[in-house]
């Protein structure tokens, strides 16, 4: 019903629609037979971007975002264990639209009120490299590596197979001369920086991690019971994929890729 009220431009029943479901499930019993969108209490994740980018086209974007931090943007409407899945939702549909100043508030205050988590610094991450903003996507890793040190849990392998598509994209367009924004070219020692982060991980862990934790696919919030998934949930089709995964989509590959796109460049200069 949200779905359809967002795409019939009635922003109002589908954001009514959303609170009503929440508050009505939220102090119900938790079942499996009614965890249907995957967390307690939420619609489908394709209703929320709905929702997103209806506000963006009828230009009512305060209005959506309350359904997740309140009118003033100050109370979180969800907790913690459900709030992740709305705001990876707005960030991802907000990015569709080239509206990353918009992805960057919800992000940002979602930071702020909450417990940081990986799956939507992932997400943030995967729209800065879609929107080709590589510079950007570098500062947020660095920013994430920060907030991990003191213990917010907002880095894990996506993050660092994300970083890598996203330097490894940037190594091929400026060889193509075929950059989205001169400003956004990764310098060639930010490069051999962010591949010494990406290695230490990997040492970090001890050994590599099962392919659906270091592909590069985008991560999806579906068929998710508990924060203990958190991390793995990544829509069926996405697990299908990563499961034939080739060894390049894994971190170590992306690195080998990358070191051998920079020894090219230095043979060739």
Do not use: W
């Not at 009614?34 to 974007?61: D, K, M, N, P, W």
């Not at 995967?126 to 500062?139: E, I, K, P, Q, S």
């Amino acid at each position: 019903m949200a779905y359809l009220a967002s795409h019939g431009e009635r922003l109002d029943m589908a954001l009514r629609v959303a609170r009503d479901n929440f508050q009505r499930q939220r102090n119900l019993p938790l079942s499996a037979s009614r965890v249907i969108a995957g967390v307690h209490g939420l619609l489908r994740t394709f209703a929320y971007e709905a929702i997103a980018e209806q506000s963006v086209l009828s230009g009512r974007v305060p209005d959506a975002i309350s359904l997740l931090f309140g009118t003033n943007g100050t109370e979180p409407q969800y907790p913690h264990g459900t709030a992740y899945i709305l705001v990876a939702c707005y960030i991802r549909a907000f990015g569709k639209l080239g509206r990353l100043d918009l992805s960057a508030d919800v992000f940002d205050t979602y930071s702020r009120l909450h417990e940081g988590n990986a799956f939507v610094s992932n997400s943030y991450l995967f729209a800065l490299g879609h929107a080709g903003h590589r510079m950007d996507a570098v500062a947020l890793v660095r920013r994430l590596e920060n907030a991990q040190k003191v213990g917010a849990p907002v880095i894990d392998g996506v993050t660092y197979s994300a970083l890598g598509k996203i330097l490894l994209e940037g190594l091929s367009s400026s060889a193509t001369n075929d950059l989205c924004d001169p400003a956004q070219a990764v310098p060639v020692d930010t490069v051999v920086e962010m591949l010494g982060h990406m290695e230490a991980y990997l040492d970090g862990v001890g050994e590599q991690l099962p392919k659906c934790f270091v592909s590069d696919k985008a991560p999806r919030a579906v068929d998710v019971q508990n924060q203990a998934y958190q991390n793995r949930s990544l829509s069926r089709k996405s697990n299908r994929e990563m499961e034939g995964a080739s060894s390049k989509d894994t971190i170590p590959g992306i690195i080998a890729q990358i070191r051998k796109k920079l020894s090219v460049r230095q043979n060739g200069q």
